[in-house]
């Protein structure tokens, strides 16, 4: 949560905020502290407050609109190297990306095949 972001951001103290959204300060620490999780009506006066939306409160979103969804299935963040190289795919036009992905299952297909090869 960025809850101690946001305050800190605005020179605002636990007590400030607690006042604004009508709890006690020693709640915002517990919050902060990731002791407790507030409840749905506490996160929407929050998100008032603070004039943004729940999702970028609570971390799920970036300042761009941009959601992140964390559960057990989802992947590992990207390397550097597959950040670029996910850059230059971008930049590709439709077919050359449809070689590209081609050359990708031929080159996958290759390493199902020989998996059991030892060098």
């Known amino acids: 949560m960025r809850l101690r972001e946001l305050r800190e951001e605005r020179n605002l103290s636990q ?3 607690a006042n604004a959204i009508k709890t006690s300060q ?5 919050w902060e502290k990731k002791l407790n999780e507030p409840t749905a009506n506490f996160l929407i006066q929050l998100a008032n407050f603070f004039e943004c939306s729940i999702d970028y409160l609570v971390g799920r ?6 959601i992140t969804i964390q559960n057990e299935n989802t992947a590992p963040a990207l390397t550097e ?3 670029l190289w ?4 971008r930049k590709l036009d439709y077919g050359n990306k449809l070689s590209v992905n081609g050359y990708i299952d031929a080159q996958l297909d290759y390493q199902e095949k020989h998996k ?4």
């Open 15 to 17: 007590q400030d905020v």
């Open 26 to 30: 020693t709640n915002i620490g517990r």
């Open 61 to 66: 979103e970036d300042d761009f609109g941009n």
């Open 81 to 83: 190297q597959e950040r």
């Open 86 to 89: 996910l850059e230059k795919y």
């Open 116 to 119: 059991n090869w030892k060098l």
